[in-house]
């Protein structure tokens, strides 16, 4: 499938070595800071090597030190129960703070493990914190990162809850579509950076029945799929398995209603 090729460039392309020349600027924390205060921001991030695929940033349980801005690559988080059993609670694409768990107790509620080649930019907290006391701007957008996360655990439980195993995947799909567009790729075609077993854990479903309905879904002319390379053929008719009574695009080419 040669033609979602220009996508996954873009996905993995090199990002700036500081916030002015990232390409991932317009999503992440510079927006929210005016040029003349970029630098202020600049002083406080660290930047690391890339992380090796199956590396963890940081355990469940360590003390919570820093947020992490992802640069390249992806990045999954997940609980440990009591019983050993891991449970995936979400997916970190570039532009994402990951880390943020840790600020209610100073420890990490979670683990943090690379999915694949992964950048991120190390911000210190306590850093942070100061600085938003001084740029209102950073404090606001501080407080929609806490949004975001608390929607997130809202929208796993509904999918983890009342929703069918199609509509799981589907909802998550239209997730990832919409979370690719707001970086500036194609909402249509993109890489996915967990294997199908991380997006069975995820959702609450065996890896068969992941198989199966992507099998089923590009049987049904929604999706073509080709390893972790994913083009949304129909989205208006993926919106609609997602969520059957909500309001989706139609067929004339609206633009579909993410959900994220």
Known sequence: MSEIRPAVVMLHRQTGSNCAECALNPVCLPPAVADADLDQLESIIERRRPLTRG?????????FNAVYAVRSGGIKTSLTGPDGAEQITGFYLPG???????????????TATVLESTAVCTIPFSHLETLTGKLP????????????????????????????????LAA???????????????????????????????????????SRLF????????LAAEGKDIT??????????????????????KRVRHLS
């Open 137 to 168: 701007g950073l404090q606001h957008h501080l407080f929609t990162l806490f949004s975001r996360e608390i929607q997130a655990d809202q929208q796993l439980l509904l999918l983890l809850g009342k929703r069918s195993a199609e509509a799981r």
């Open 96 to 110: 994402e703070i990951v880390g943020l768990d840790g600020v209610a107790e100073g420890r990490h509620g979670v």
């Open 232 to 253: 949304l053929l129909d989205p208006a008719a993926l919106c609609q398995l997602a969520e059957p009574a909500a309001e989706c695009a139609d067929e004339a080419g």
């Open 55 to 63: 590396s963890q940033l940081f355990q469940q349980g360590d003390t």
């Open 215 to 222: 099998t089923r879904l590009q049987q049904n002319g929604v």
């Open 172 to 210: 998550f799909l239209l997730s990832l579509s919409a979370r690719y567009q707001r970086r500036g790729l194609s909402d249509r075609r993109f890489l996915l950076p967990m294997s199908r077993t991380d997006i069975g854990n995820h959702l609450g479903l065996a890896i068969e029945t992941v």
